[in-house]
């Protein structure tokens, strides 16, 4: 495996579909408001299918059943609240990271560099599902979808945590699993890699085109080199 062309200083993460795997979680609570308006659940086959552009696109594809449509809009602000207090009920119920994450984490950790998590997640359910997984006291900046004006891909959350953490894009790594990643990656001037297990939506995350792809946080030890 090829090293960076540069040893960052600080490496940011994402969360869903690169720290964890939060479908089972989404895939509950979308199925306990289509019961509530008594629509057929959908299953988590499909959820995973529809995740990674926010809760109000995941909401409108359930309704539809499909990647493209738009629900009727009543019905739509009859869904959402819905969706949102199920899944703030159950952020953690069966989320959990993914191999090799909680050791990927313990080495970045002993290895001295700076972390943070960025990701377009509510903090109202962000830093719960951290804390519940014990992940949240590992990151020196957490940057949720709604701590500023604007998300991933905007390179704003990456610049906000860089400042936060006092180093400079060119010190920087953002690790994560989609394409938006690595739009705000390239943005913000940070070196970019990504995960091959992530919500990409059935894409190939290569085609993205980050500086590298890896199976596992795991195999970052190997990427960044020795100190």
């Known amino acids: 495996m090829s ?3 540069v040893r960052p200083r600080m490496l940011l993460i994402d969360l869903d579909g690169t720290l964890v795997d939060t479908v089972p979680d989404l895939a509950y609570s979308v199925d306990i408001m289509m019961r509530e308006l008594g629509l057929p659940a959908r299953g988590e086959a499909r959820v995973r299918e529809w995740i990674g552009n926010g809760v109000e696109r995941l909401v409108r594809r359930a309704l539809v059943n499909a990647y493209e ?22 952020v953690c119920t069966y989320s959990r ?8 984490i313990e080495y970045l950790a002993g290895a001295g ?13 962000t830093e719960p599902l951290l804390r519940k997984l014990g992940l ?11 701590t500023l004006a604007q998300k991933k891909p905007h390179p704003a959350p990456l610049l906000h945590a860089a400042k936060v953490l006092g180093v400079t894009p060119a010190e920087s790594l953002m690790v994560g699993d989609s394409i938006t990643d690595v739009e705000a990656a390239r943005a913000a001037g940070f070196q970019v890699v990504c995960v091959s297990y992530g919500y990409n939506h059935g894409l ?15 195999d970052l030890g190997e990427l960044l080199g020795p100190a």
Do not use: W
């Open 113 to 125: 560099f700076l972390l943070g998590c960025v990701t377009n997640k509510a903090a109202a359910f």
């Open 204 to 218: 190939d995350i290569r085609d993205a085109g980050p500086d590298a792809v890896i199976g596992s946080l795991l």
């Open 69 to 90: 449509g738009e629900p009727d809009e009543a019905l739509f602000r009859r869904a959402h609240p819905i969706f949102l207090e199920a899944y703030a009920r159950n």
């Open 3 to 5: 090293r960076l062309a």
């Open 136 to 146: 949240y006291g590992r990151f020196q900046a957490v940057v949720s979808g709604d």
């Open 97 to 104: 990271p993914f191999p090799g994450v909680m050791e990927g």
